[in-house]
């Protein structure tokens, strides 16, 4: 495993806020950005799901990518996601992202139309082949219909680009395979961390960050350092927060956007239809998730939101407190 994967540890799929006509805000989105860097992240992706690209447009994506890679500068790498389940249409996403200086591409395997795995290799070679920026390839079978190959993978890794993978497959096993071809593996389901990281994973690219960015960093860096009855520690203390954020049908931009309100960084929670955003049984519903989790104060406590878990114990001593907790 390498010491110091190109794309960090903890990565952010982050948000992208709307104003009140569902037009791409740019203030609010960039404020996002900074929030997960400023709590742990190395790295934010923009325009994946989470980011709500299937219903943003090319110069919004050109956009959202400009206005974060100018504000979070060096302090981290900016992943711009390209795929789509039009190879041309991703193309072009992809030459606009290497124009505004993304640091990485995240290509999903095309959705919908469910190719051949010889379609899919042709898809990750043509849009990989149009720069030299690193590639990290994603697959979620739940959300596209199809899968990435083993021989895929194999032939895949032969694109000199092409040197990462988002694995939201579910299967952390798996892992060890994509890691033997070559791979920088991230786990792409926040509560399967442990899993993959047991399996060879270098990180995560999470959701859940958006709320929990410090915690998730403290149960990595703990797990890696050998610390592993900590990083379970960790984790089952993040267990209402995974359960909150991740277990609702319409997760990802939706319960991020509403944990984000509930955290004092966005005044709304809109998101662009067909998504519809929480109500406010579900807000309340996260809300207690949150609050299980030691990410937001009880009632009756600090309500500013600005970065009032700071004030809670269990995250910002040592882990190894944490441990001695269980």
């Given amino acids: 495993m390498s010491s110091t994967p190109r794309f960090g540890r903890l990565l952010t799929a982050v948000a992208t806020a709307f104003d009140a006509q569902e037009r791409v805000d740019l203030d609010a989105t960039v404020a996002i950005a900074r929030h997960v860097v400023d709590t742990g992240s190395d790295g934010v992706v923009v325009s994946g799901t989470t980011g709500e690209a299937p219903t943003t447009t090319v110069p919004e994506d050109g956009e959202v990518l400009a206005a974060v890679r100018e504000a979070i500068g060096d302090r981290a790498v900016v992943v711009a996601g390209v795929g789509t389940n039009s190879t041309a249409h991703s193309v072009e996403i992809a030459e606009q992202a290497a124009r505004v200086g993304a640091d990485g591409l995240l ?110 960093r403290t149960m990595i860096e703990a797990f890696l350092a050998g610390e592993h009855a900590a990083a379970l520690a960790a984790h089952t203390r993040l267990l209402p927060a995974f359960d909150a954020i991740m277990g609702v049908p319409n997760y990802g931009a939706t319960t991020a956007k509403a944990a984000l309100q509930l955290l004092g960084v966005l005044d709304n929670r809109r998101v662009r239809q067909p998504l519809a955003e929480l109500d406010d049984a579900e807000v309340d519903a996260l809300r207690a998730g949150l609050v299980a989790a030691g990410l937001l104060p009880e009632a009756g406590e600090r309500s500013d939101g600005v970065d009032s878990s700071r004030d809670l114990d269990p995250w910002w001593g040592t882990y190894r407190g944490l441990a001695a907790d269980m």
Avoid: W
Wanted: charged share 15%; proline share 5%.
């Fill in 107 to 216: 290509l999903v395997t095309p959705y919908y139309n469910k190719p051949s795995q010889n379609g899919i290799l042709a898809h990750f070679r043509t849009v990989a082949s149009i720069s030299d920026i690193p590639v990290m390839l994603y697959d979620v079978p739940g959300r596209t219909g199809s899968s990435i190959g083993l021989d895929t993978y194999r032939a895949a890794r032969e694109i000199e680009t092409v040197v990462a993978v988002k694995d939201a497959t579910g299967n952390p096993a798996h892992a060890a395979r994509l890691v033997d071809l070559g791979y920088e593996v991230y786990c792409g389901d926040d509560a399967l961390t442990l899993g993959y990281l047991a399996y060879g994973a270098v990180g995560l690219v999470s959701v859940v960050a958006h709320a929990a960015g410090r915690p998730l």
